[in-house]
T-cell receptor, first 113, second 113 residues
Framework: QQPVQSPQAVILREGEDAVINCSSS?????VHWYRQKHGEAPVFLMI?????EQKGHDKISASFNEKKQQSSLYLTASQLSYSGTYFC??????????????FGQGTTLQVKP | NAGVTQTPKFQVLKTGQSMTLQCAQD?????MSWYRQDPGMGLRLIHY???????DQGEVPNGYNVSRSTTEDFPLRLLSAAPSQTSVYFC????????????FGPGTRLTVL
């Protein structure tokens, strides 16, 4: 089943911070984060693996809480270019080599001047 | 590299018609997937493949068929189009293993009347 993202929508002023959460009811192997601008394809931001490895964006950070099966994406000192819809994608433990990446419903972020 | 390409970009069908959405990648990726995107529903996995000759169902496979005869191509077939299949369809690919980003194609916007 789909991971659950919260909040559904966020409105910020430039320079403010935001946190987007992604929760799963199943044990996670990895969490992927993507951003999508209106009318475009999703673009990769970060990957986090069970065990703590991370790969991705140098201005956006994320965490992976294995106990809670939850990942959080931290957007600090937001810029206008951060506006878009953020998706988390999850691979579940036991299916890490199946190519099956399931996405949440998305969080819409709007950054205003 | 062209990356992930999809054709057509736009398509209008009548109920009951069939058609094939084309997807190709030139990155030699083992994993390929098809997603549909509807407002408020995020990206939902239709079918996916871990290599030539191997496909499996995702979250919403009904009404769609896939095959993977080569590493490069992963076409999605709509057998008998229904208005509920009106959506934006994204094809994606990535290298096998959990620590690799997924690349998305530009999408196909399909309307079924």
């Amino acid at each position: 089943q789909q991971p659950v993202q919260s909040p559904q929508a966020v409105i910020l002023r430039e320079g403010e911070d935001a946190v987007i959460n992604c929760s799963s009811s199943k044990a996670l192997y990895s969490v992927h984060w993507y951003r999508q601008k209106h009318g475009e394809a999703p673009v990769f931001l970060m990957i986090l693996l069970k065990g703590g490895e991370q790969k991705g964006h140098d201005k956006i950070s994320a965490s992976f809480n294995e106990k809670k099966q939850q990942s959080s994406l931290y957007l600090t000192a937001s810029q206008l270019s951060y506006s878009g819809t953020y998706f988390c994608g999850t691979e579940y433990s036991g299916s890490s080599n199946t190519g099956k990446l399931i996405f949440g419903q998305g969080t819409t972020l709007q950054v205003k001047p | 590299n062209a990356g992930v390409t999809q054709t057509p970009k736009f398509q209008v069908l009548k109920t009951g018609q069939s058609m094939t959405l084309q997807c190709a990648q030139d990155m030699n990726h083992e994993y390929m997937s098809w997603y549909r995107q509807d407002p408020g529903m995020g990206l939902r996995l239709i079918h996916y493949s871990v290599g030539a000759g191997i496909t499996d169902q995702g979250e919403v496979p009904n009404g769609y068929n896939v095959s993977r005869s080569t590493t490069e191509d992963f076409p999605l077939r709509l057998l008998s189009a229904a208005p509920s299949q009106t959506s934006v369809y994204f094809c994606a690919s990535r290298t096998s293993g959990g620590f690799n980003e997924q690349f998305f194609g530009p999408g196909t916007r399909l309307t079924v009347l």
